[in-house]
């Protein structure tokens, strides 16, 4: 199956400051999702990305799928953002399972 | 915006009592997923439905574990019996046939065994 590594493992930012997260994926995906998992455990959906650049207010992400990496950027950080942050790539139809790495748990403080 | 419904949100159950668990997907989507996350730990997928066919539970534990989809729309996953390792989020999600456009995940329930 798909291998999934997400780094870095852990962060804490200052609230207002800026930061990456990487995904790197050792197979060849049609599907892409970054997730934010809520301290109540629920995962949110940010992004569907299997190629390309999106954006949604602070967050942005890409994935250059040729090169097998995704990155999440979040800008001017939040106490809100806190929580886990999971990437997950995959395939399409009945092959369309997610593969979720272990995850970035971010920090923000005051 | 359409949500995945699952119950009940949190479960305690003893050792070796009988334990379900229920999901509804978002209307039209025929694939349903059900995810176990151990805390600290990535959502790890135990079966996927393509309507009521099951397409993948190789990670399903199936002496104790089931799982049913019998109209193609919601579904039941049961433990019998619970054993203290089960203690975990069960995650049920759901998505068009073809995979496009993504997940969506529902709630979750928060399984203790004791």
């Known amino acids: 199956g798909i291998q999934v590594e997400q780094s870095p493992p852990d962060l804490i930012l200052q609230e207002g400051a800026n930061s990456t997260l990487r995904c790197n994926f050792s197979d060849s995906v049609n599907n892409l999702q970054w997730f934010h998992q809520n301290p109540w455990g629920q995962l949110i959906n940010l992004f569907y990305i299997p190629s390309g650049t999106k954006q949604n207010g602070r967050l942005s992400a890409t994935t250059v799928a040729t090169e097998r990496y995704s990155l999440l950027y979040i800008s001017s950080s939040q106490t809100t953002d806190s929580g886990v942050y999971f990437c997950?790539?995959?395939?399409?139809?009945?092959?369309?399972?997610?593969?979720f790495g272990t995850g970035t748990r971010l920090q923000v403080t005051l | 915006e359409a949500e995945v419904a699952q119950s009940p949100r949190y479960k305690i159950t003893e050792k070796s009592q009988a334990v379900a668990f229920w999901c509804d997907p978002i209307s039209g989507h025929a694939t349903l997923y059900w995810y176990r996350q151990i805390l600290g730990q990535g959502p790890e997928l135990l079966v996927q439905f393509q309507d009521e066919s099951v397409v993948d539970d190789s990670q399903l534990p199936k002496d104790r574990f089931s799982a049913e989809r019998l109209k193609g729309v919601d579904s039941t996953l049961k433990i019998q019996p619970a054993e203290l390792g089960d203690s975990a989020m069960y995650l049920c999600?759901?998505?068009?046939?073809?995979?496009?456009?993504?997940?969506?995940f529902g709630s979750g329930t928060r399984l203790t065994v004791v």
């Open positions: 997950a790539p995959g395939g399409t139809g009945t092959a369309s399972k997610l593969t």
């Open positions: 999600a759901s998505s068009r046939a073809d995979g496009y456009y993504g997940y969506t």
